[in-house]
């Protein structure tokens, strides 16, 4: 392709379909009406000199400290703080490539485009409407005290309150800026796990429109209820990154979606659950690996500061994983005969999401434990969803949703108070009693019900405004690659 730098000679080049793309842009500000005029050119070019004078009164009006204010120490802690908090955000942000690939990975191969777009659209959805309100509702002040917050619309990324606190002596100050690409991290993990729970058959535009929803709003008013100071951080709650706030709400939202959706077609057939195999394992076990990685800055980002308790936390996400794949491994061979991959996979993520809530409150033995219980947990959960008939593509919800309730209320069994050697136990079975079980409980019941509740009018909604949110028979027997994309993933292969 070229691009002409004149028009022909003898040739007036008068409508913007003849323009080149040199002209099409100066046709199109000359139709507007105000830009006729060379007096207009004077007023457009002042824009962004008018902007950046606002800029600049606004900062220097608010930061009345400045980094080279700090001193050596404070300083070095303000950046370090600041700097692992953009690792761990990159890695967040990465796990969405590990979803992505698991999630194709495990599914059949005429759905891996409509796969592969939910869950890189869903992030930059994510981002967006959590930039919008959703920081805002989350992390605001308060309106309803303990269960309403709101700040208003978009982030204020003025950083002179974290200088502050940083010339004060306190670590942990975070600038707006990075603690929100880190929160908005997390909203997108939310999203993206309801997408394996309607995989195959939800349609494209009604799933863009409830992740909105969905990071928006129900999963921002409900982390308030904890990360804010809402009503279950007031009780006692833990939740140290995410078990319940993140995973079990995303594996709620889609369990209640998966339901409304109905199975694949095929996928049960006289009661009996049929299996529909992954078409790429390959992939599926690069993703697993890929979200382990992510976790490291999943948990040990949630510690909120680069201090001596972030590589203790690392250790407790990893035993919990190890925990979680081993057992996984053992009860698939037990049940089924030989070692199943997609059990071994499933049981890494298990472990890792049995683990998120308590990464800060558990032993290292505890840890392992805990994850081995959640590999143990997620072959059951698998199975018991088959046989109720509900179809969870990539078992999900067993991962997310029902190991997120078991991560959450472990705490309660046998976690401990920090993570200093020697920490008191606050779990029933060591000598915590058992109020701090039945307060992981009813946190972990609160997200299963509000999620379920705001997720199903939130679906229900979108079906009745867009006609329904499954696509049609046809579209789901051929492959949404083509019904919704007009593309296939793999055009030099044929299906079988």
Known sequence: MTTALQSPPGRSTSRLQDASLL????????????????QSWAWLASVPLALLGLGVFTFSARAEVALSDLTGPQAAAFLADNLWLLIATILV????????MVEAGMCRQK?????????????????????????SLMYGGSVIDGWLYFQGLFVDPDPSGALECAAAGDTGCLVPA????????FAGTAATIVSGLVAERVKFGEFVVFSIVLTAFIYPIAGSWQWNGGWLSE????????????????????????????????????????????????????????????????????ELAMDQYVAYVAVTTTLAAAGGAIAATVISTITSGKPDLTMIINGILAGLVSITAGCGNMTFAGSW???AVGGFIVVFAVAALDSAGIDDPVGAFSVHGVCGVWGTVV???????????????????????INQF?????GAAAYGIWTVVTCWLAWQIIGGFFGGIRVSEAEETQGLDIGEHGMEAYPDFASS
Do not use: E
């Open 369 to 371: 434990l805990a994850g």
């Open 111 to 135: 759905n891996a485009v409509n796969i592969l777009a939910k869950n890189l659209f869903v992030f930059a959805l994510a981002v967006t409407a959590y930039w919008v309100i959703g920081y």
């Open 235 to 302: 009780l006692g709650f833990i939740d140290f990154a995410g078990s319940s706030i993140v995973h079990s709400v995303g594996g709620w939202a889609g369990l209640v979606g998966a339901m409304l959706l109905g199975p694949r077609i095929g996928k049960f057939v006289d009661g009996k659950a049929q299996a529909m195999p992954g078409h790429n394992m390959a992939i599926a076990t690069l993703g697993a690996l890929i979200l382990w990685i992510g976790w490291y800055g999943f948990n040990p980002g949630s």
């Open 178 to 185: 990075v603690d929100f690409l880190f929160q908005s991290a």
């Open 23 to 38: 002209n099409g842009p100066m046709l199109l500000l000359r139709s507007i009406k105000g830009f006729r005029r060379s």
């Open 411 to 433: 705490i309660g069994l046998w976690g401990v108070d920090g993570m200093d050697p020697g920490a008191a136990g606050i779990g029933l079975l060591n000598g915590g009693g």
């Open 93 to 100: 942000i990465f796990m969405n490539a590990g979803f992505a």
């Open 438 to 442: 039945f307060i992981q409980a009813l």
